[in-house]
């Protein structure tokens, strides 16, 4: 089993950036597809991005697309969510996500991933 730990929540001002990461461990880490997800109070849990194990694919929200960029570096066990040019909507609870999957396809719903951290607050002030 992997555990995961994110880090790099915050406060930041609208148009400001934040690096999220999420360090894993007990488990081979490349063998893993990753995700990030974000849930806002009252709104159901939302897929934000997504890679596949060996970093064949990716996905992206349509919502960030073009602002956000996931990225892993398997010889730390970890993976990186660089956000850029945040708007408010973008407040959330941050959740990293870890499956194993030796598929090409992207996972992107909350029910494919049984590995998940405990969530870093990211607030986007106007």
């Known amino acids: 089993q992997v555990q995961l730990v994110e880090s790099g929540g915050g406060l930041v001002q609208a148009g400001g950036s934040l690096r999220l990461s999420c360090a894993a461990s007990g488990g081979t880490f490349s063998r893993y597809a990753v995700a990030w997800f974000r849930q806002a109070p009252g709104k159901e849990r939302e897929i934000v991005t997504a890679?596949?194990?060996?970093?064949?694919?990716?996905y992206y929200a349509d919502s960030v697309k073009g602002r956000f960029t996931i990225s892993r570096d398997n010889a730390k066990n970890t993976v990186y969510l660089q956000m850029n040019s945040l708007k408010p909507e973008d407040t959330a609870v941050y959740y990293c996500?870890?499956?194993?999957?030796?598929?090409?396809?992207?996972?992107?719903?909350?029910?494919?991933?049984?590995?998940w951290g405990q969530g870093t607050q990211v607030t986007v002030s106007s």
């Open positions: 890679m596949t194990r060996a970093e064949i694919t990716t």
């Open positions: 996500a870890a499956q194993q999957f030796m598929g090409s396809t992207v996972l992107k719903v909350p029910t494919s991933y049984n590995y």
